[in-house]
Structures are given as C-alpha cells and as structure tokens.
C-alpha cells in the first residue's frame, strides 16, 4: 500500500483538516452538498451546545448508526471470492440448462466459505461443518449450489432444523458456549436424534478442522434432477474436488491456531488469491437413473445418506477457478443472498424432504437479514444476463418496469412475455398418497453408513474420531447424555464405543441403542470416504 503526501492544515482547536487540492474528490454528504468541516460539529459558540440545524453531523452519524444488519442466522461467519466455471464437455444428452451445452464456456462465479454455528465475529478452526455456497452467473439466471464439506446432514426432516440450530448455538440462558459444539444442549438434541449419527460420524472426524478452504470438497448433499431438452430425467448428485487434494489440522493444532490467528482461513484465502496462486476445484456429478433409485440400499431422497463413490463414479464436468477477492467485504460477501431455489432450466429439484424445505427457507431469511424485498437489485446478487418483470416498487427499489404496461397480457405491445419453449419447466413427476405426517420407512436406518464411514478410515484418523469424541462428550456434564451417546455408538462400532466409554470413565457399558431397523454388517468399507492426505 503506498502512502501519499500528507497536505494538512492546522484548525483552531489544533485539529488537523485534510484539504481537498485540484483534481481531488471533494467530501459531499449523501445527498451531494459538499462539506466545509468534517473535523466540527456546528455548535453554538466555540464551547456552546450542539446545533440540531447540522445536517452534515446528523447524517453522518445516522448512517453510522444503522451499519449492522442481522447476521445469517445460521454461516453467519464467511468469506467469499470471485472466480469463473469452466464447461468441460456439453451434457446435452443429460440437461438443458445453458451452462453445461458447450465446452470452454466461462461463466462467472461468486463463492462463500463459511462455519455454521458460531457469530459473525467468531475464530476460524472451530470443529464445525463449512459452508460452500456457489453462486453461478449463467445466462438463464442464476443458479445456487449452497452445499457443505460434507456430504450428508444432521436431519431428515426440515421442521428439525430450527432445533438443531438452537441446540448447537449459545444455551439461552447463559449465553455460552460459542462458535463450538462441545456442550450439554447439543448432543442432548443428537443422542436423541439417532438420523444425526451419520453426520456425526464426519463432524468428529478431521473433515471438520480443515487447514484451508482450499483444501475442502463441497457437496450438493441432496439429489437432484437434470433434465434434457425432452424433460426426460436423470438423478444427480453435485461435488467439488479440490485440486490441491484434501488436508486437515489435528485439533491441537487448530485450538493453538484460533489463539494466534482467528483469521487464519480467511488470511489464506486471501493470500493466495493475492499472489495469483488461484485455488481450483473440479466439478463431478454421480448420475443415476430412476432403477438405481429403486435398487439402492438407501432411500437417495434421504439427506443423512450418500452414494458411495465406487458404486457410482463422479464424473469430472468442469472447473471452478477463483481469482478475484470482492472489493468491498460487505458489499459481495455479506449482502451475498445464497437461495437452494435458484436454478436454472435443465436443473430441478427431488422430492428430498429437507430441500424442500430449504427452498422455502432461504427466500424467507434473505428479506429478514436484507430487509428489502429488493435484494436482488443489489449487484452481487443482480443476475448478469437479460432480465425484465413486472415486479415493482418496495424499499430501495432500482428497477421498475418501463413504460406503460406493469401487468401482462397487455394491449400495449409491451414488456416481457412467457416462453414455454425457454422457460424453466418442473418434472412431471408422478406423486399420490394420503395427505400425512409420516417419515418413510425407507428412512430408518441411522446406522450402517455411520458404521461404513467409521470403518473407511484409516487407523489414523479412526483415532482422531475416538479423541474428538471424548474431547466433546467430556464437556457434557449430564451422565446420562454421555451414556445415550455410547449407547448409539455402539451400533456403530463396538470397539470406538468402549474406548470413548473407558475414556470417559463410564464403568458400565450401556445397551446399544434401540435401532429401527438394524445396522447392515455387509457394506463394504467405501474406500474413496477416506481421503484425508496426511
Ligand atoms: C445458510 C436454512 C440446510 C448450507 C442458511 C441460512 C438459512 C438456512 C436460514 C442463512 C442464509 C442467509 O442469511 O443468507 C437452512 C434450512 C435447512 C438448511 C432451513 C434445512 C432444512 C442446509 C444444508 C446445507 C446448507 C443441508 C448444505 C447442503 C448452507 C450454506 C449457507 C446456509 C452454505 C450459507 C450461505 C452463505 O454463505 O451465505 N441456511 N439450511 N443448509 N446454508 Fe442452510
């Protein structure tokens, strides 16, 4: 950064004033007045009282005073970067949508990495999920991948998700702990949601401390639909590779990093974004048909369980370069609006529960947090191909529809118009049923991927699960909650249940929990899980 000449003037008091000279930006309030004295408030008599007649010191503290907005309710800690994606191949045969029909097409991209559960001002290295929320330009709008580093979730249902948001944040009444999962109200919630072990499996293990954002995957999680020009449907699961591979810290690392540096994935990110050193990830897709669907061990509707990639293989379809950190943080990276319910044509969703509910969700939040039904208008949420509506009017309001049609059909000759040709159309998906509440059976069992993710990993990395196990049920000072815990680790693997219960001085071994339908001995251990390059 190169420090300029300083021009100063002394004032009265001896206050310094910075004086515009030719060809310099002259300060002006909001509204365009230039300012005289920005060192001053108006007063009556060199020592008198203020005046309520300045204006300029009126502002300028109103605007101050309305800085904050809401944090997200949940990531509330990110850090985004710009960069473009790279079409591989066309995949025409599988989808329409525009971004996938030539190879070498380039089209921008807004990224944020972030935590889940503490605040916005919180440390870097917490043992927590990340977020990796992609934004994509493309020229039929934009579409939202607002995937995580891990590839399934905590819940099946999304009526779950405001208790295990509560649950992992600070307890109400003491207002601690923050930013870290290591306490009584959360693993209450997880030791009586058994659809959590899955996940919690992948939250012990060293996925959740990576070194960088650089060196993370991120996945859809959910199933998705492509859909081809003659809306015939192909399932699909999204995943970013990382081309510098896979790394962790082990978590005496990360607490002794969050004390020196809680910064210290952003300043990486940063970094290397500086020195043109510019992070890439590939992305793959697992496609599969309605028969795979039908003939799988699991329900691939279920967001607690994944498609082992040896069963079906990712297929690399593009690159995702960034290279570009935004220019103002709050700007792009906060007022950035992640919304699962923007895709474009060719791209729909599954009937997986908790993406429905996600799509209700986000739309819902970003008028909250954005505080204006007029969040698209803001640039980094602006779409950057063609687009027209009649939508009007609202707070802060930049575009409105021209002319004199604000309705259609008109007889005006103007305005937009609906294009069936063009246009994103939903799979005619077939549904009938009973109008209930009800989980599917097919959603029952908790355990078997828990247990298969747990055999994958190396003996290395089976440890590090054991010492974080211990590490957080130690901070849990209901016995009864450590014991339930065991109780389902023990349908997970026998001998990680005794070790955490030895470690956690428990003498008696509980029952295994009561499963609903019985974990599945005969998977294979799912060697492409187990990753981590040490
Ligand atoms: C952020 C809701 C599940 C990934 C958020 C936000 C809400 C929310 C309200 C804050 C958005 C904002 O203020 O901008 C939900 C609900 C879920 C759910 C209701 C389930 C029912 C998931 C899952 C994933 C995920 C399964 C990963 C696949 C993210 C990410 C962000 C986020 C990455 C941060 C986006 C950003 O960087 O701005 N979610 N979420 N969420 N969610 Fe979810």
């Not at 190879?103 to 921008?108: D, F």
């Not at 934004?135 to 607002?146: A, I, M, P, Q, R």
């Not at 599954?350 to 509910?357: A, K, W």
Request: hydrophobic share 40%; with cysteine.
């Amino acid at each position: 950064t190169t420090v300029h000449d300083l021009t100063l003037q002394r004032g009265n008091g001896g206050e310094l004033h910075q004086v515009a000279e030719e060809g310099q930006p002259v300060l002006t309030t909001a509204h365009g007045v230039p300012v005289a004295d920005d060192q001053n408030t108006l007063k009556y008599g060199e020592r008198g009282p203020a005046l309520i007649e300045d204006f300029h010191f009126r502002e300028k503290m109103f605007h101050f005073d309305h800085e904050r907005i809401p944090e997200r309710v949940v990531h509330a800690r990110g850090y985004g970067a710009h960069g473009y994606f790279e079409t591989y191949d066309s995949l025409a045969e599988f989808t329409r949508a525009d971004i996938f029909q030539r190879a070498g097409e380039k089209t921008p991209a807004f990224v944020r990495f972030s935590t889940v559960a503490g605040s916005k001002g919180s440390f870097d290295l917490a043992r927590d999920v990340r977020g990796f929320a992609v934004k994509l330009y493309t020229k039929e709008g934009n579409w939202d991948l607002v995937g995580n580093n891990i590839p399934v979730f905590f819940i099946q249902d999304p009526i779950k998700f405001p208790d295990v948001v509560h649950s992992v944040k600070p307890e109400p009444d003491r207002g601690f702990p923050q930013a870290q999962s290591a306490h009584d109200n959360f693993w209450d919630f997880i030791s009586l949601t058994p659809e959590s072990m899955h996940m919690i499996m992948w939250i012990m293990s060293d996925r959740t401390i990576p070194r960088s954002f650089r060196f993370m995957e991120g996945f859809g999680v959910h199933t998705f639909r492509l859909l081809n020009e003659n809306d015939e449907s192909t399932f699909v699961k999204f995943i970013w590779k990382p081309k510098l591979g896979l790394q962790s810290v082990v978590w005496n690392e990360a607490v002794k990093i969050n004390g020196a540096d809680p910064d210290f994935h952003r300043r990486d990110l940063w970094d290397a974004i500086q020195a043109g050193d510019f992070p890439e990830w590939e992305l793959c897709v697992q496609l599969f048909d309605q028969d795979f669907a039908d003939s799988f061990d699991f329900d691939v509707l279920d967001p607690t369980k994944l498609i082992p990639e040896e069963v079906i293989k990712p297929i690399p379809v593009g690159r995702l370069v960034l290279d570009r950190m935004p220019d103002n943080f709050f700007a792009e990276t906060e007022q950035v609006a992640f919304m699962t319910q923007n895709v474009p044509p060719g791209i729909d969703f599954s009937n997986d529960p908790l993406l429905q509910g996600r799509n209700f969700s986000y739309l819902d939040t970003q008028l909250k947090r954005l505080g204006s039904t007029n969040f698209t208008h803001l640039p980094i949420n602006a779409p950057k191909c063609p687009m027209h509506n009649f939508q009007q009017d609202g707070h802060m309001a930049m575009r409105n529809p021209v002319g004199r049609a604000n309705y259609q059909p008109n007889s005006w000759g103007e305005g937009p118009r609906e294009d069936p040709k063009r246009g994103h159309r939903s799979y005619r998906d077939e549904v009938e049923g009973p109008k209930v509440r009800l989980r599917a059976e097919s959603f029952a069992d908790h355990y078997s991927q828990a247990r298969q993710f747990y055999s994958s990993q190396t003996a290395v990395e089976q440890k590090h699960i054991a010492m974080a196990l211990t590490f957080e049920l130690s901070k849990v000072e209901t016995l009864a909650i450590r014991e339930r815990m065991v109780a389902h680790l023990l349908n997970i693997d026998e001998a990680l249940a005794t070790m955490v219960a030895e470690n956690l001085g428990i003498r008696e071994m509980p029952e295994a929990a009561d499963a609903a339908v019985s974990p599945r001995d005969d998977l294979e251990p799912s060697a492409a899980l187990s990753i981590i390059q040490n």
